[in-house]
């Protein structure tokens, strides 16, 4: 018998996660049930992938720098995936803000509501903004001396740590290059074999992802706030989806089709697996692990390309979250009763911009990054609290977005190197 494909079961773990949800929650008892019994093992899941990231960042990253065995081409590559990174950004938050002035979801939200928000989340606003007053509070040149750690180890310790990771494992990468081949090739070839353990172990992780999302989805929803405030906040969440839902099916599109020359429903039945797990674990560096699978065994992206351009997508590349950002500042303000000049959204679109490349790729990073883009055009930071109720679900799509662009510039780089997709092997059931 034929075996289901990776991502049928994702799907269904999460079509079973819902429906388990919404049964648990007609009891009294669900939620603590949920919380005890369930919601761990989406813990485990998301703790497996948050494991092995830093391992697949080095081993993958130095395996690709040293394959290239030219600093010029390695150049070459970073900038162009460093433009094409911040272009894309651009486009996002540009599509998020010509969306939220057509629709104007702050005109739907009634002021009991609005009160009732303030009053449920505040006290979460009042610890975001004292997180991102102290990121105000340092000079302009602060992210530059945050890239370069003080102890390469400590930095490996953490994946919040991830751009001072990516920054010493290029340093490394460059270093083999430029030593004589005898030298490095010990080094080399123990990277390249660390790189092919470590993909075997994102393939045992993978077993057990249709129970990680289950679990994932069921605690969820045992834990999303009341029905009322999911109503009056849904034309916030209309806007923010319709936005994202314009990037993956229409613009992602038509980049694939006109500049990377390739197919864009073949593209995402092959990133699916990856798109699943994004959408579960809300987390672009949770779900590096698949994503760069997926890009290298299924779509066949070169893996000089894949194990240098994701890494760096996973932490700088936020379309999804830069899109959300531009959509709710103006929400919040529309609500707050401020009305935006053209220079304060253009404001939006620059703050936004910065501010997605420099968010975390974990779990409701954006919200932090959100304060600060507020700030930037006068907006009271307070008002992040009118989205929290579903800011969950919605990260959970952005997230998606996110994983989406890293992968389809990936192609583009592929192309723009000088390479052809190669065809995935036939024993890979996933893509069948």
């Known amino acids: 018998m034929k075996k289901l494909a990776l991502h049928w079961q994702i799907l269904l773990g999460i079509i079973a996660g819902v429906a388990a949800g919404i049964l648990f929650i007609q009891f009294p008892w669900g939620n603590t049930f949920v919380a005890n019994w369930i919601k761990p093992f989406g813990t485990i899941f998301i703790n497996l992938l948050k494991m092995i990231a830093i391992p697949l960042i080095i081993a993958s990253l130095i395996k690709g720098i040293t394959d290239l065995k030219d600093i010029t081409k390695l150049s070459k590559m ?115 074999g660390l790189n092919e353990v470590v993909l075997k172990i994102v393939d045992i992780i993978m077993l057990t992802a249709p129970i990680g999302v289950f679990a994932l989805i069921t605690s969820l929803i045992t834990e999303s706030p009341s029905a009322d405030i999911f109503v009056a906040l849904g034309m916030y969440s209309f806007t923010v989806l319709l936005g994202l839902a314009t990037l993956l099916y229409i613009i992602y599109p038509l980049i694939l089709k006109f500049w990377a020359k390739t197919s864009p429903i073949n593209f995402y039945k092959k990133l699916a697996p990856a798109q699943l797990v994004a959408f579960s674990t809300s987390s672009s560096a949770a779900t590096l692990p698949v994503t760069m699978e997926c890009v290298e065994e299924h779509i066949g992206v070169n893996k000089e390309v894949s194990s240098f351009v994701l890494p760096i997508g996973a932490t700088i590349n936020m379309d999804g979250t830069c899109l959300y950002q531009g959509v709710a500042a103006v929400f919040i303000a529309q609500v707050l009763g401020y009305d935006l000049t053209l220079s304060q959204q253009l404001t939006i679109v620059a703050t936004a911009t910065l501010a997605s490349i420099g968010s975390a ?65 036939k024993n890979l059931s996933d893509v069948e």
Do not use: H, W
Request: a negative charge; glycine letters at 8%.
């Open 78 to 192: 970073g900038f162009r995936t460093f433009g094409i990174y911040v272009m894309t950004t651009f486009i996002a938050v540009s599509v998020g803000l010509t969306t939220v002035n057509i629709i104007q979801p702050g005109e739907f939200v009634s002021e009991a509501t609005r009160n009732e928000m303030l009053s449920v989340f505040g006290s979460t606003a009042e610890e975001k903004q004292a997180e991102a007053a102290l990121t105000k509070q340092q000079g302009p040149l602060q992210p530059l001396v945050d890239i370069v750690p003080e102890n390469a180890f400590f930095a490996a310790s953490s994946n919040g740590n991830m751009l001072q990771v990516i920054f010493f494992t290029i340093l490394a990468g460059v270093g083999l290059i430029l030593i004589p081949s005898s030298s490095s090739k010990p080094v080399k070839d123990f990277f390249d």
């Open 361 to 425: 790729a974990v779990p409701g990073a954006g919200v932090l990054m959100l304060v600060i883009v507020l700030e930037s055009i006068g907006v009271s930071p307070a008002g992040i609290a009118l989205i929290f109720a579903v800011d969950r679900p919605l990260d959970m799509c952005r997230t998606i977005i996110n994983v989406s662009g890293d992968a389809m510039v990936s192609v583009i780089m592929n192309k723009v190197m000088g390479y052809r997709l190669k065809p995935a092997p």
